[in-house]
C-alpha cells in the first residue's frame, strides 16, 4: 500500500490532538490496543505520543493518522486483517 489514499478511509475527527485521539477511540470503540510510536498498519508508520491507542469493533479498525503539515486525524478503516493483526500484537490496557 504506497499511499493512505489508497485505504478506502472515512474522516471522523481532524485536526485532533495526540491526547485527544486517544481519548475518542478509549470512548467509541468496543476494544482497545495500545502501541508505540513507529508500529506499522496498513504499511504505514504510526507518528504520535505513547501510548497510541488504536480501537477495533469487529473488522473495523480506529486510528490516528498523523500527516505532516496536515495535523492528526482519526480514521476509519475496515479490515479484517488488520483488526486481526493489531490483536495479536497490540497491548490492551492494563
Known amino acids: 500500500m504506497g499511499c493512505v489514499e489508497d485505504l478506502g478511509y472515512e474522516v471522523l475527527k481532524s485536526g485532533v490532538s495526540f491526547k485527544e485521539s486517544r481519548a475518542f477511540i478509549e470512548e467509541q470503540c468496543e476494544e482497545v490496543f495500545y502501541v508505540d510510536p513507529g508500529f506499522r498498519i496498513f504499511e504505514k508508520c ?49
Open 46 to 94: 504510526l507518528i504520535g505520543v505513547p501510548p497510541i491507542a488504536i480501537g477495533l469493533k469487529g473488522p473495523v479498525v480506529m486510528l490516528p493518522y498523523t500527516k505532516p503539515c496536515y495535523g492528526t486525524f482519526i480514521l476509519r478503516v475496515e479490515s479484517t486483517e488488520e483488526a486481526d493483526m493489531i490483536r495479536a500484537k497490540g497491548r490492551r490496557k492494563p
